[in-house]
């Protein structure tokens, strides 16, 4: 690859923004301010550079491969309108928040072995890393095979430990936020008899392509194999521990529940619900993952803490795409707006702390001997930042305007 060098720009650094220009050679940063050396020049005036973004965890892929409730895409369709989205946006690197689950239909194993399978395919036609993120729900003993194979694959994925079994089955008594370790003898259940309550699987049914009925039952199915799973998570932790994944728990309610996760290696909490246990986790030296809809819209739709207020605490790593890829970048734009941190520590909740979480060293940071893998920005003042050229590895993979590259 021809050596080039991109000028005029306002660059975010790890720990300052400057106007420096970028040198890169063969996919690589080697230097910054270094002499033209007969590199070709890409004007940046006026522009902002920075790490692109890397997405620890996203499902809006869901919404192309079912646009409608029941109706399914090509997968194929699906996987390359998903990626030109992401790199559109200024992510270079995706874990695809992928649900291994007991459910028929969308979530469905046989679903996401197909989805898997499409996207080692299509790898080299892809502007962006498309990685998994393995979001398994732990009642699905099926998914193990998948799982081994998936690990055992040329980009290593990461592994999030889901319980939304027993979220569903949680009475409703009892907020969400609030519900007892999973595995508490006395974790209060939902009569599966009376019908008065059972409205709120109505539309996991409608997901799964099931009535009510049927779900219900199914998910009694599922229900009776509660004693099972704590020796099953602990298999899977170690065949992920083994292939060197990192590691998630999704929703965490108790400190018993982090503390039960970060025992079997997962060093990530996702999405926690409440402070104390975001709490834990920081003093533990966990990384702690929330939403950058969150952060962007200003509070939580599921009233779980605010990440606005968690990123100003020192209580949120990293924010992820979760339903909506453009959110990252809306989200740096308002905690940026409302000097919730330095731009260069808000930035790092997208680029260099996901890279650090996920053993991705080569990546998210503008210095030298990392890969090129970077966002130009048309970011007015109190304004939204628009990518105008995505690289990754140096090499386009998205431009809205001609830099002659």
Not at 170 to 196: I, K, M, N, S, Y
Not at 230 to 258: C, F, K, N, W, Y
């Amino acid at each position: 690859m021809e050596p080039f060098i991109i000028e005029g720009a306002t660059v975010i650094l790890p720990d300052q923004v400057a106007q420096v220009s970028v040198r890169v050679e063969n996919g690589t940063i080697t230097g910054l301010d270094t002499a033209r050396d007969g590199a070709r020049v890409i004007d940046a005036s006026g522009l902002t550079l920075a790490p692109a973004l890397i997405d620890i965890h996203g499902d809006a892929f869901e919404r192309q491969v079912m646009p409608r409730p029941g109706v399914f895409t090509p997968v194929d369709v699906a996987i390359l309108e998903t990626d030109r989205q992401l790199a559109g946006n200024g992510i270079a690197t995706a874990y695809h928040a992928l649900t291994l689950s007991w459910e028929p239909g969308l979530r469905s194993v046989e679903r996401a072995t197909e989805i898997a399978d499409r996207l080692e395919a299509l790898a080299p036609r892809l502007a962006a890393e498309n990685r998994l993120q393995l979001r398994w729900e732990t009642f699905c003993f099926e998914a193990r095979p998948l799982i081994e194979k998936t690990l055992a694959g040329p980009l290593t994925p990461a592994l999030a430990f889901n319980d939304h079994t027993s979220m569903a089955m949680l009475h409703p008594g009892t907020p969400l936020q609030e519900r007892p370790f999973e595995f508490d003898p006395a974790f209060p259940v939902v009569d599966l008899q009376d019908a008065a309550t059972l409205d709120k699987f109505d539309g996991r049914a409608k997901r799964s392509g099931l009535d009510r009925a049927d779900y219900i039952r199914l998910m009694g199915d599922m229900w009776d194999r509660r004693p099972q799973v704590p020796d099953v998570i602990a298999e899977v932790a170690e065949a992920s521990r083994a292939a060197g994944a990192p590691m998630l728990s999704h929703d965490d309610s108790q400190v018993a529940t982090r503390d039960f996760y970060r025992g079997h290696g997962a060093r990530i909490s996702e999405f926690p619900m409440n402070i104390p246990v975001a709490e834990a986790a920081r003093d533990a030296g966990d990384k702690i993952v929330f939403g950058a809809p969150n952060a962007m819209r200003g509070g939580s739709h599921l009233g779980s803490p605010g990440a606005g207020d968690m990123v100003e605490r020192g209580l949120c790593d990293i924010l992820a795409s979760d339903y909506f890829y453009p959110a990252m970048l809306g989200a740096v734009a308002r905690l940026h707006a409302e000097a919730r941190a330095p731009l260069p520590a808000i930035w790092a909740l997208v680029s260099d702390n996901p890279a650090a979480a996920l053993g991705l060293s080569d990546r998210g940071r503008i210095a030298p001997d990392n890969r090129a893998d970077l966002v130009l920005l048309d970011w007015p003042e109190g304004g939204a930042p628009a990518p105008l050229l995505t690289l990754r590895h140096g090499r386009v993979a998205h431009a809205a305007r001609e830099f002659g590259m």
